[in-house]
C-alpha cells in the first residue's frame, strides 16, 4: 500500500507565500500524474496544479502566474510553490499521486491565508 507523506502548510498573510511537499516514500513505480487539489469549507474539491512525467502541466486558472507546482520523478516527489496568496485560497490541500492507473491520495494539509 502506497502512503503519501505531505508537509508545508500552515499560516500566513495576504501576498505571502508558502511551498508544499508530498513524497512516496518507499514506492518503486514511476508516478505517470502527480498533482494537488483543494478543497474549501462547503465547496467540492477541485483541481489546483498536475504536473505529467515529462509531459507538462495543468493549472487551474485561479492559481495561474501564482502558483507552480514541479516534480522529482526519481524521489516520486511533487511540489506546489505558492506566492500571492490570497485568502481565498484557504483550504485543505490534497496531493494525489498516481501509479499505474491508480490514485492515490495525501491525508491534505492546512493552508489558511488571513487578510
Known amino acids: 500500500q502506497v502512503q503519501l507523506v505531505e508537509s508545508g502548510g500552515g499560516l500566513v498573510q495576504a501576498g505571502g507565500s508558502l511551498r508544499l511537499s508530498c513524497a512516496a516514500p518507499?514506492?518503486?513505480?514511476?508516478?505517470?500524474?502527480m498533482g494537488w487539489y483543494r478543497q474549501a469549507p462547503g465547496k467540492q474539491r477541485e483541481l489546483v496544479a498536475r504536473?505529467?512525467?515529462?509531459?507538462?502541466?495543468e493549472y487551474s486558472d485561479s492559481v495561474k502566474g501564482r502558483f507552480t507546482i514541479s516534480g522529482d520523478n526519481a524521489k516520486n516527489t511533487v511540489y506546489l510553490q505558492m506566492d500571492s496568496l490570497k485568502p481565498e485560497d484557504t483550504a485543505v490541500y490534497y496531493c494525489?499521486?498516481?501509479?499505474?492507473?491508480?490514485?492515490?491520495w495525501g491525508e491534505g494539509t492546512q493552508v489558511t491565508v488571513s487578510s
Open positions: 504536473i505529467f512525467s515529462g509531459r507538462g502541466t
Open positions: 518507499g514506492s518503486t513505480n514511476t508516478a505517470t500524474v
Open positions: 494525489l499521486i498516481r501509479f499505474s492507473l491508480r490514485n492515490y
